[in-house]
């Protein structure tokens, strides 16, 4: 079986909606991170010196929601998948191609927390 190497991982900050644009700010302004991905009022990556933490809206007017709790970059997203399976790791669904540039696959921790798992695919023909 091939296996999969981590490439690098990124914390996951949970917000408010009402928090999330403060946070943003204080990141860039006074952390001097770079806003690398925005997603609407739901996700933003920011980034510097090639670490980067990504912010993830989990609540709306009070209503949390269960999320991300880490993200890891992987060289082999097929690859791992599998491992995954063949370990019986719960799943959240199977290999997915999201709009950001990456696909992923997702693993639920106990207590439902998501561990994420994404690989950087090329999205310039």
């Known amino acids: ?4 190497s981590l490439q690098r991982t990124a914390p996951v900050l949970h917000v408010s909606s009402l928090t999330l644009k403060r946070v943003r700010d204080f990141f860039v302004d006074k952390l001097g991170f770079a806003i690398g991905t925005e997603v609407g009022k739901l996700f933003i990556t920011l980034d510097r010196d090639g670490q ?3 912010l ?3 609540s709306v007017f009070g209503r949390v929601r269960k999320g991300w709790a880490t993200y890891f970059w992987v060289d ?3 690859a791992l998948h599998s491992e995954f ?3 019986g790791t719960p799943m959240k669904g199977g290999v997915t191609d999201k709009p950001y540039g990456c696909r992923e696959i997702v693993a639920l921790a106990p207590g439902g927390r998501e ?3 994404g ?3 090329n999205t310039h023909s």
């Open 115 to 117: 561990i994420v798992f």
């Open 85 to 87: 399976i063949s370990r």
């Open 76 to 78: 082999d997203i097929a």
């Open 52 to 54: 980067t933490v990504m």
């Open 119 to 121: 690989e950087p695919v």
């Open 1 to 4: 079986m091939v296996q999969a």
């Open 56 to 58: 993830s809206c989990s």
